[in-house]
């Protein structure tokens, strides 16, 4: 029916779709070629827009960097990550249970399962601060007796600080110089191990030596030379024996570097011995 200039269509005649309605008389419809419309947004690749919803390039590059300021870390990349702290803060991730345990590990040699254990998370926190404590305790055991006998004796005292430079330079120097050139070594035989875990494996090693530094203050040179003795092969049996099933890879020469890593931590004891446990009362 017609209500003035709107013509009104019955909806149950309607299926799918409007069907045409004539023009009234005095009105002129406007009709749309189809060719002529356009979908937004276009299918097609046109200037940097590629695809139906992805953004522009350059927007990608712009807006994927961090912005200044705000809370996401910026990462650095190459050899400079290795100058960020972030870049170590995943070896300090442990808890004082952690630690405690790959000590616990440490004075049971014989076990092997050290790098097992800590193959997914190696920590520098437990090596940084055993070593630290040698370093402190040799100073105090060596300082506190020879104080000791020089007023026994009633003699003019002296501290020596080169006993500190000594002790810091033995530690740390053999935590990061032997598992180094470990490392380099067998990578040149295909049989590469983390670095990481070396420096790990390393650092735990010489917890031993802390209770064996503490027991030297007994005035017995047998005594010492036996405790330095066990603490050696202690050390020696804990590294070689975590690190045999690994070398066994690199070849027929396998024996020759476990035996040499051995010797090396002998080597060091014996060293220790001459040097720190050799006090005289």
Request: with cysteine; hydrophobic share 45%; aromatic share 14%.
């Amino acid at each position: 029916m017609m209500s003035g200039n709107y013509t009104t269509i019955d909806n149950q005649n309607v299926s799918g779709s409007v069907p045409a309605v004539s023009d009234p008389p005095g009105q002129v419809s406007v009709k749309f070629n189809d060719s002529t419309l356009q979908t937004f947004p276009p299918s097609g690749t046109q200037g940097k827009i590629s695809g139906a919803s992805g953004p522009p390039r350059d927007a990608d590059d712009t807006f994927s960097k961090p912005v200044s300021g705000s809370s996401e870390a910026q990462q650095s990349s190459g050899w400079f990550k290795a100058f960020t702290v972030a870049a170590y803060q995943p070896y300090f991730d442990v808890d004082t249970s952690d630690v405690l345990e790959r000590i616990k590990d440490s004075l049971l040699p014989f076990g092997g399962s050290f790098n097992e254990k800590t193959a997914s998370n190696p920590d520098l926190y437990g090596p940084f601060w055993i070593c630290t404590t040698l370093i402190f305790v040799a100073a105090s055991i060596g300082t506190f007796v020879t104080y000791l006998a020089h007023k026994l004796q009633h003699k003019e005292w002296n501290y020596d600080i080169n006993l500190v430079t000594w002790s810091a330079g033995v530690f740390y120097g053999y935590v990061l110089v032997v598992p180094l050139c470990l490392y380099i070594i067998l990578k040149y035989f295909s049989a590469p191990s983390g670095l990481v875990q070396l420096f790990c494996l390393y650092g735990y090693s010489l917890f031993i030596f802390i209770p064996a530094m503490c027991l030297s203050v007994v005035p017995m040179e047998i005594f010492r030379w036996v405790i330095t003795g066990v603490a050696g092969v202690m050390s020696a049996l804990f590294v070689s024996l975590n690190l045999r099933n690994h070398i066994v890879a690199a070849g027929e020469r396998w024996f020759l570097i476990v035996a040499g890593i051995f010797l090396l931590q002998l080597a060091l004891s014996v060293v220790l011995k001459v040097y720190l446990f050799n006090v005289n009362v």
